[in-house]
């Protein structure tokens, strides 16, 4: 049972525009959400995070966004650079105490820059 | 700050046999994780570990997975018999505690043949 969902498997973006990626969730006891980013034989990195309580987290060139009542989320990037080119993740947990900890995870998106 | 170290970074064996890998997470990182990353999907957790105790293993197939963690710090993740199944990216991640973000280590790469 897939319950985060990342519906495009991937997005080509030109340098210096902006990349929107999204995600889906099913389950409305997650309370908090992060993306991370991965490269070709590396781990994911921890990119962003975002917890229930706010709609907006930024950090530099990324933000994130959530809408509860949608059960939705989405990553903007602006500018992207080429970078940023690699697979994004989002994933959530949260609504039991033994919950925390348990990332869900979505399937991906690979981000593809072009010069 | 070193970083999660996993070893082997590739292991191709045949069904049937057994394999292990081994995690060694950053220091000072109570809570180890391990996850399974299959083709075109995102890791799932295996095994969620508090110190030495294993929380969370509801994921973990106890008929031919197994995991410790000694002591706390290292861990071995191990499966007997290997399957075709099987074949995957196998993650180990850290953190200070459960509610801490996640590093990951790079991860290691199965192909059963």
């Known amino acids: 049972d897939q319950q985060v969902k990342q519906n495009s498997p991937s997005l080509s973006v030109q340098e210096g525009r902006i990349s929107i990626l999204n995600c889906d969730y099913t389950n409305s006891m997650f309370d908090y959400f992060l993306w991370y980013k991965k490269y070709p034989a590396e781990g994911p990195t921890f990119l962003i995070s975002i917890s229930s309580i706010k709609d907006k987290n930024e950090d530099g060139r990324f933000t994130v966004f959530l809408n509860k009542s949608a059960k939705h989320l989405s990553l903007h990037i602006v500018p992207s650079q080429p970078g940023d080119s690699a697979v994004y993740f989002c994933?959530?947990?949260?609504?039991?105490?033994?919950?925390?900890?348990?990332?869900?995870f979505g399937a991906g998106t690979q981000v593809v820059v072009t010069p | 700050e070193a970083g999660v170290v996993q070893s082997p970074r590739y292991k191709i064996i045949e069904k049937k046999q057994p394999v292990a890998f081994w995690c060694n997470p950053i220091s000072g990182h109570n809570t180890l994780y391990w996850y399974r990353q299959n083709l075109g999907q995102g890791p799932e957790l295996l095994i969620r570990y508090e110190n030495e105790e294993a929380v969370d293993d509801s994921q973990l197939p106890k008929d031919r997975f197994s995991a410790e963690r000694l002591k706390g710090v290292d861990s071995t993740l191990k499966i007997q018999p290997a399957e075709l199944g099987d074949s995957a990216v196998y993650l180990c991640?850290?953190?200070?505690?459960?509610?801490?973000?996640?590093?990951f280590g790079p991860g290691t790469r199965l192909t059963v043949l």
């Open positions: 994933a959530a947990s949260g609504g039991r105490t033994d919950s925390w900890g348990k990332l869900q």
């Open positions: 991640a850290s953190s200070r505690d459960s509610y801490n973000e996640q590093f």
